[in-house]
């Protein structure tokens, strides 16, 4: 069992910048970050596999960067140039492989952290 912590949340205006951080119990070689805002579907932002490859949605790629620490069990998401439309419940989850945003794939979530984004 993987246990999944993340911090960093808060509220910024548009434009601003947050990093938000997830500490993994454990190595597992896929880590990614998904969100939900209210009245949507859970939808994945950006993915790392084996602290390597990466992957973004296209809502977010040139804005968020995905990284690893060297250990690979600390997941960090910067959120650059940030926009209303990215307000929302943000989850580090975790699985075995990283082949697309299906949140079926992935086994571990942790418990959240809430971003708001003001206009």
């Known amino acids: 069992q993987v246990e999944l912590v993340e911090s960093g949340g808060g509220s910024v205006e548009t434009g601003g910048s947050l990093r938000l951080s997830c500490a993994a119990s454990?190595?597992?070689?896929?880590l990614a970050w998904f969100r939900q805002a209210p009245g949507k579907e859970r939808e994945g932002v950006a993915s790392?596999?084996?602290?390597?490859?990466?992957s973004y949605a296209d809502s977010v790629k040139g804005r968020f960067t995905i990284s690893t620490d060297n250990t690979k069990k600390i997941l960090y998401l910067q959120m650059n140039s940030l926009k209303p439309e990215d307000s929302a419940m943000y989850y580090c989850?975790?699985?075995?492989?990283?082949?697309?945003?299906?949140?079926?794939?992935?086994?571990?979530w942790g418990q959240g952290v809430q971003v708001t984004v003001s206009s």
């Open positions: 989850v975790a699985g075995t492989y990283c082949a697309s945003f299906r949140t079926s794939e992935y086994d571990y």
């Open positions: 454990e190595y597992i070689s896929c």
């Open positions: 790392i596999d084996s602290g390597v490859r990466t």
